[in-house]
C-alpha cells in the first residue's frame, strides 16, 4: 500500500497570504504527483500535476516535488477565500494508473 | 460532454438491503475508479477497471461489496447486504491514457452518491 500523508490542518491563511500545503509519500518509485481541490459537498478536481523535481507554475499556484526527500507541495500565493477547499494530494506508482490520496488539508481564507 | 454521471445522488437504505451504484464514465476514457471518501479514513480507492476488465479490487473492504462494469459505458457498485458502517460518499471516476502520456492523465470524477444506512 502506498501512503501519502498530509497535515489534515485546518490551515488558516488571511486574504493575499501565500497558503502552503505538504504532502509526503512513502513509494519511491512514484513518478505522478497530483493536487486536487474538494469543496465541500463537491467532487475532486485536479489543479495542478507535477512530474519532474523542482517547482511548476500555473497561475497563482506552485506545485513543488523532491523526489529524492519523497516531498511534494502546493503554494498558493494572493490566497482569495475562494480558495477555502481541501487539498488532497494524490500520488501513482511506476506502470500504474490508479491513484492513492492522501487524507486531505482543509485550507480557510480569512477575508 | 456531460462529465462522469452517477445515479443516485443520494440513497438512504436500511441495514441489510441490496443498494446498486450507478455509473457513466466520460465516452472515450478506457479507465473506471470506484472511490469511497469518509472523514476517517479519506478517499479510498475500492476497485478499478481497464477496458471494462477489473484490474485491482484490494480496497474492496468484503465480499458485501461487488462491481461489474458489463461495457464501455456502464459500471455499477453493489452491496449486499448494507449496513451502517457503509455510509460513505462514493465517487466514481474515469480517465484516459494515452500512448505517449503514459499513466499521466488526469481523472475525472462525478459528483458522487451519498449513501445512508441506518
Known amino acids: 500500500q502506498k501512503e501519502v500523508e498530509q497535515n489534515s490542518g485546518p490551515l488558516s491563511v488571511p486574504e493575499g497570504a501565500i497558503a502552503s500545503l505538504n504532502c509526503t509519500y512513502s513509494d519511491r518509485v512514484s513518478q505522478s504527483f497530483f493536487w486536487y481541490r474538494q469543496y465541500s459537498g463537491k467532487s475532486p478536481e485536479l489543479i495542478m500535476s507535477i512530474y519532474s523535481n523542482g517547482d511548476k507554475e500555473d497561475g497563482r499556484f506552485t506545485a513543488q516535488l523532491n523526489k529524492a526527500s519523497q516531498y511534494v507541495s502546493l503554494l498558493i500565493r494572493d490566497s482569495q477565500p475562494s480558495d477555502s477547499a481541501t487539498y488532497l494530494c494524490a500520488v501513482n506508482g511506476a506502470g500504474a494508473n490508479n491513484l492513492f490520496f492522501g487524507t486531505g488539508t482543509r485550507l480557510t481564507v480569512i477575508p | 460532454d456531460a462529465g462522469v454521471i452517477q445515479s443516485p445522488r443520494h440513497e438512504v437504505t436500511e441495514m441489510g438491503q441490496e443498494v446498486t451504484l450507478r455509473c457513466k464514465p466520460i465516452?472515450?476514457?478506457?479507465?473506471l475508479f470506484w472511490y469511497r471518501q469518509t472523514m476517517m479514513r479519506g478517499l479510498e480507492l475500492l476497485i478499478y477497471f481497464n477496458n471494462n476488465v477489473p484490474i485491482d479490487d484490494s480496497g474492496m473492504p468484503e465480499d458485501r461489496f461487488s462491481a461489474k462494469m458489463p461495457n464501455a459505458s456502464f459500471s455499477t457498485l453493489k452491496i449486499q447486504p448494507s449496513e451502517p458502517r457503509d455510509s460513505a460518499v462514493y465517487f466514481c471516476?474515469?480517465?484516459?491514457?494515452?500512448?505517449?502520456?503514459?499513466?499521466?492523465?488526469?481523472?475525472?470524477f462525478g459528483p458522487g452518491t451519498r449513501l445512508l444506512v441506518l
Open positions: 471516476a474515469s480517465s484516459f491514457t494515452s500512448s505517449d502520456r503514459g499513466f499521466r492523465e488526469t481523472q475525472y
Open positions: 465516452s472515450g476514457h478506457d479507465y
